[in-house]
């Protein structure tokens, strides 16, 4: 079957994509509004593009009645917000900042999550959360009327102490952080526990293994 995007619909055009390009990180995004109102929402049309300086990237669409998501607005009004990695404990949390309540109500008071100051950002990261990143907006691209793709720098990281093998050589324990990623549908999520390790090949070995 080909499908030429073209010639789709705009839902099912996004079916195609969320279903096939999996798993996905999640982005959880703290911002915040001029008057200092927080606002905490996920978000999976999101990776990172560099290491250094570390510069990441988010897929936002529109509410469903039109118009800008909050997290959006925020980070376009005050071009700061801060990324939270989700795992396993705190899905649930999660899925509820992701419920549409009105503007400037606040989803972290709705989930109960609990924030700590961030370092270089006005809006905190998530004490929960086992690693955040302090973002400011480098650029919005406009994807279409109804998409905008946020490019932020990281300015910060913070990851409990307990996830960190040896914090001066950053050697993090990454499977033990246990994040979750976002697969496909109404709702599929996949924890991070099935890895298998491949080690790269020089010229000679990939010629010597032929
Ligand atoms: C796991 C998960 C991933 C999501 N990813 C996105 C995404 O990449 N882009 C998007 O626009 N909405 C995404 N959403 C929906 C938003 O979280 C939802 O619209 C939310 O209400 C937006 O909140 P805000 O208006 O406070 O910014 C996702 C929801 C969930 C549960």
């Given at each position: 079957?080909h499908?030429?995007?073209?010639?789709?619909?705009?839902?099912?055009?996004y079916?195609?994509?969320v279903?096939?390009i999996?798993?996905?990180?999640?982005?959880?995004?703290?911002?915040?509004?001029?008057?200092?109102?927080l606002?905490?929402?996920?978000?999976?049309?999101?990776?990172?593009?560099?290491?250094?300086?570390?510069?990441?990237?988010?897929?936002?669409?529109?509410?469903?009645?039109?118009?800008?998501?909050d997290?959006?607005?925020?980070?376009?009004?005050?071009?700061?917000?801060?990324?939270?990695l989700?795992?396993e404990?705190?899905a649930?949390?999660?899925?509820?900042?992701a419920?549409?309540?009105?503007?400037?109500?606040?989803?972290?008071?709705?989930?109960?999550?609990?924030?700590?100051?961030?370092?270089?950002v006005?809006p905190?990261?998530?004490?929960a959360?086992?690693?955040?990143?302090?973002c400011?907006?480098?650029q919005?691209?406009?994807?279409?009327?109804?998409?905008?793709?946020?490019?932020?720098?990281?300015?910060a990281?913070?990851?409990?102490?307990?996830?960190?093998?040896?914090?001066?050589k950053?050697?993090?324990?990454?499977?033990e952080?246990?994040?979750?990623?976002?697969?496909?549908?109404?709702g599929?999520?996949?924890?991070?526990h099935q890895?298998?390790?491949?080690?790269r090949?020089?010229?000679?070995?990939?010629?010597s293994?032929?």
């Open positions: 079957m499908y030429d995007f073209s010639q789709l619909s705009a839902r099912n055009a079916k195609l994509v279903s096939t999996v798993p996905r990180p999640i982005a959880w995004i703290v911002s915040q509004n001029a008057r200092g109102q606002n905490c929402a996920p978000f999976s049309f999101f990776n990172a593009m560099a290491g250094d300086p570390p510069t990441l990237v988010i897929g936002i669409g529109s509410r469903d009645e039109g118009g800008p998501k997290s959006l607005r925020n980070i376009q009004e005050t071009g700061q917000f801060v990324i939270n989700v795992n404990e705190l649930r949390s999660m899925n509820v900042t419920t549409p309540f009105a503007y400037g109500v606040s989803e972290l008071e709705k989930a109960g999550l609990a924030t700590a100051p961030a370092l270089k006005k905190p990261r998530l004490a959360s086992p690693v955040a990143f302090e400011q907006l480098i919005t691209v406009p994807a279409s009327a109804t998409n905008t793709i946020v490019i932020a720098r990281a300015l990281c913070h990851i409990e102490d307990r996830y960190l093998l040896d914090a001066e950053c050697y993090v324990n990454t499977p952080l246990k994040l979750i990623g976002r697969m496909h549908g109404a599929w999520y996949t924890t991070t890895l298998f390790q491949m080690d090949l020089t010229v000679a070995e990939w010629e293994a032929r």
